[in-house]
């Protein structure tokens, strides 16, 4: 029965829009919430107790809102009294003084009186919001004690579903229950990334050499012995950056008016100018790199779209235009003596424009008619996964996908999130982060899912290489050194984003001494002046004020281990270890 569920799970896959919709959403959602009850069963909490003590928080927390709210009031009626004190004090000296000094006059002996009779109201008003600000006061006070002791009592009752959430992220685990097809490494070592290598020609250096980038979190895994990682990283370019700037001039002439009579003139303008100066950008990006030995001659990209946002009327008019497109490169290519070939299938063709594809015949092997009719499925879908919002670069046997939506999903989740001292907030948390989680990762892979080659291809027996010296690869020794705390890896007057590449000290069996290059920019206040020529015929400075930026960099030594199977320790923390994915890092002073 098991073996039939998964032959039917890997035949629905083939259509991963429908699969995901009739299948897996509801899948998962079932066994995140069966884990979820597992862990409450663990724990033993009362779940009910825990119910009724944050009942008691959440009507605490109005009277303490209802109150605080009559403080605020209170304090304002105070305030109100004592500015009319304050007034009727000052009035009464000064009319006491003009009495004096001018002798007995009705308009003084009035304001006298009647800032007496101010003063004594407002003395009286002023006396009884303090004494009700006071009375506030205390019942604030006790109020925000019982809401501690609630507070400490709904921790307490919490803490043993919150130490096991504190564990480890379940979310991987989670995906290849539901997913047996798409396998995470949980613990990690340096074959996965060595076959990839090896076996499959990945360019490692094309990132491990690159200063320009550093990976912020990654994930190795595996379908049917066909590696692939998934990557969050941060990308830096030097571009330039528009400053403004302006001056009002003024100026006067001497003009007759209609009777014929000089008169002087005021003239004002306001000149601008800008400059364009170099200025660094950082930027977010998230990827996935899968191997794979089908169609290992064939190269080709494409871009997203944003198909799916579409009516079907300017689908179909976009598919028209593009076929059009690729009938004249046919034409052209097949004079040229090129191999492009436009595909019978126009909607295909024109919704994923892999133009560039460099081998016709794997292209056609590779997207069979299934495949196709599925991938146009995907690009098309406006409800139920996230369209056309992927980039895919073939490059033989290295499919690199950029999905637009995986930015969208915490990978390395800091698991204090899911804590909580309110039984419902957790469970609500645990459920709806493991489900994002879910639909993200299954729509990055939806575009290799819908290829029914891909799935069913299995790589032959693969004798690793050990091609490196670490423990860990460069991809988690630039994650750790990304999640350390910002103060010990730095450079302290970085103005910017901060950068990290590391390299490989040395290693043992158990640790990867790395050295850590941070690198930003400072920025210094500049200011240029542009000479613009002024509606009064003369040149004027205009100050344009801009930010230099200069590279700063700070080199630190880390400590970087695998957890193993005892995982992360109370005792690591006293080392002062952080917490990071499936490894552990600490700085070395």
Not at 180 to 195: G, M, V, W, Y
Not at 224 to 233: A, D, E, Q, S, T
Not at 282 to 305: C, T
Not at 461 to 481: D, G, K, R, T
Request: charged share 25%; aromatic share 12%; glycine share 4%.
């Amino acid at each position: 029965m098991a073996a039939q569920e998964n032959n039917l799970s890997t035949q629905e896959l083939y259509s991963p829009v429908d699969a995901y919709q009739n299948q897996y959403k509801q899948l998962h959602n079932e066994n995140t919430v069966n884990l979820f009850n597992e862990m409450v069963e663990k724990s033993q909490v009362d779940i009910e107790a825990n119910r009724a003590t944050n009942r008691k928080i959440r009507d605490n927390d109005t009277k303490t809102s209802g109150i605080s709210k009559g403080i605020k009031w209170q304090t304002r009626f105070r305030n109100v009294a004592a500015f009319f004190i304050g007034v009727s004090i000052i009035t009464i000296i000064y009319s006491g003084y003009k009495l004096v000094s001018d002798y007995i006059t009705v308009e003084y002996i009035v304001s006298v009186g009647v800032a007496v009779v101010v003063f004594v109201l407002a003395y009286w008003l002023f006396n009884k919001f303090k004494r009700k600000l006071e009375a506030l006061s205390k019942i604030e006070g006790k109020l925000l004690e019982v809401a501690k002791k609630l507070k400490g009592e709904a921790e307490l009752q919490m803490r043993p579903l919150n130490n096991l959430l504190l564990v480890k992220n379940y979310h991987t685990e989670l995906f290849s229950k539901t997913l047996p097809l798409i396998q995470f490494d949980e613990a990690f070592d340096n074959k996965r990334l060595s076959q990839m290598i090896s076996r499959f020609g990945f360019n490692v250096a094309a990132h491990e050499k690159d200063i320009n980038q550093n990976t912020r979190h990654i994930q190795f895994g595996e379908i049917k012995g066909n590696p692939f990682f998934l990557r969050n990283f941060r990308k830096h370019r030097m571009g330039t950056k528009d400053y403004k700037g302006s001056l009002t001039i003024h100026w006067t002439t001497r003009e007759r008016d209609s009777n014929g009579n000089y008169q002087t003139v005021n003239h004002s303008q306001t000149l601008y100018a800008t400059v364009n100066k170099p200025c660094p950008y950082f930027n977010i990006h998230s990827q996935l790199v899968y191997a794979n030995e089908a169609a290992d001659k064939l190269s080709f990209s494409r871009q997203p779209s944003q198909i799916h946002e579409l009516k079907p009327k300017r689908i179909a008019s976009k598919v028209k235009k593009r076929s059009k497109e690729l009938q004249k490169l046919t034409e052209t290519s097949m004079k040229k003596g090129g191999t492009f070939t436009a595909l019978g299938n126009n909607e295909f063709d024109a919704l994923f424009y892999a133009k560039d594809r460099d081998n016709e015949s794997q292209f056609r092997l590779l997207f069979t008619p299934l495949a196709q009719q599925e991938m146009s499925k995907l690009i098309k879908d406006n409800c139920v996964g996230f369209g056309d919002d992927f980039s895919f670069y073939k490059s033989k046997m290295i499919n690199n996908l950029y999905p637009q939506h995986l930015g969208d999903v915490v990978q390395n989740l800091n698991l204090s999130y899911l804590t909580d001292i309110d039984f419902d907030k957790i469970e609500s948390k645990f459920i709806e982060y493991h489900n994002s989680y879910f639909k993200h990762i299954y729509f990055a892979f939806a575009p290799l899912l819908a290829i029914p080659v891909y799935a069913q291809h299995q790589t032959h027996e693969h004798i690793y290489e050990n091609l490196y010296e670490s423990n860990v690869s460069f991809y988690h020794h630039e994650e750790a050194a990304s999640c350390l705390p910002l103060k010990e890896v730095t450079p302290p007057d970085c103005n910017t984003v901060t950068m990290y590449k590391t390299s490989l000290i040395s290693s043992n069996d158990e640790v990867d001494m790395v050295a850590v290059n941070a690198w930003g920019y400072r920025t210094v206040d500049r200011t240029d002046y542009v000479s613009v020529k002024g509606g009064d015929g003369y040149w004027h400075d205009v100050p344009v004020h801009w930010s230099e930026y200069i590279r700063v960099s700070r080199e630190t030594k880390m400590e970087v281990k695998t957890k193993g199977s005892q995982g992360f320790s109370p005792d690591d923390r006293t080392s002062g270890y952080e917490d990071i994915g499936i490894i552990k890092a600490r700085i070395m002073n």
